[in-house]
T-cell receptor, first 113, second 110 residues
């Protein structure tokens, strides 16, 4: 079946612009996670959704970052006024009920110039 | 102290060798433990969960030591295809957040 998909796969943007990253989780998966991974670094947790609500936003690095999930499915991560330090791979994962197995999408590679 | 710590490596081992990685965690109340594998420029994928009694899947064995707060992954008879980064993952607390370690890079050499 279809896995987690993310778009775009690559995004190059100028400093100060806003970007939107999209995640389509596996159908029926209620939990959705956003992470980012910088070169040579581990996965940094950003936000978690259960259904449409986000009980844990503790990982969002600043108020320039926001995320929403509608219809318990697609999620969008928005970064406003991008900075060079936002350059990273943004990974989305979904799981059926629990975090026991998270299925990751291929990621969006964001480059801020 | 980081919540989850791993030696980033790289571990360079010859084909057929046995190699082991450890991962330490700081929260004694941590409840669930996993190993994920991440190939270069690819997304992480679950390798195996780690149970209190230890578990084995083919050439891979995972162990949990709660007293010393670490988990381990043992790979026997290493294959070239085992070359990847192995991520330690720990779940703590009553909700769904998990913490990933930085990963240990394994390179199996012909």
């Amino acid at each position: 079946g279809a896995g987690v998909s993310q778009s775009p796969s690559n995004k190059v943007t100028e400093k100060g612009k806003d970007v939107e990253l999209r995640c389509d989780p596996i159908s029926g998966h209620t939990a959705l996670y956003w992470y980012r991974q910088s070169l040579g670094q581990g996965l940094e947790f950003l936000i978690y959704f259960q259904g449409n609500s986000a009980p844990d936003k503790s990982g969002l690095p600043s108020d320039r970052f926001s995320a929403e999930r509608t219809g318990g499915s697609v999620s969008t991560l928005t970064i406003q006024r991008t900075q060079q330090e936002d350059s990273a791979v943004y990974l989305c994962a979904s799981s059926l009920k629990t975090p026991y197995e998270q299925y990751f999408g291929p990621g969006t590679r964001l480059t801020v110039t | 102290r980081k919540e989850v710590e791993q030696d980033p490596g790289p571990f360079n081992v010859p084909e057929g060798a046995t190699v082991a990685f450890n991962c330490t965690y700081s929260n004694s109340a941590s409840q669930s433990f996993f190993w994920y594998r991440q190939d270069c420029r690819k997304e992480p994928k679950l390798l195996m969960s780690v149970y209190s009694s230890g578990n084995e899947d083919g050439r891979f064995t995972a162990q949990l030591n709660r007293a010393s707060q670490y988990i381990s992954l043992l790979i026997r008879d290493s294959k070239l295809s085992d070359s990847a980064t192995y991520l330690c993952v720990v779940r703590s607390g009553g909700y769904q957040k998990v913490t990933f370690g930085i990963g240990t890079k394994l390179q199996v050499i012909p």
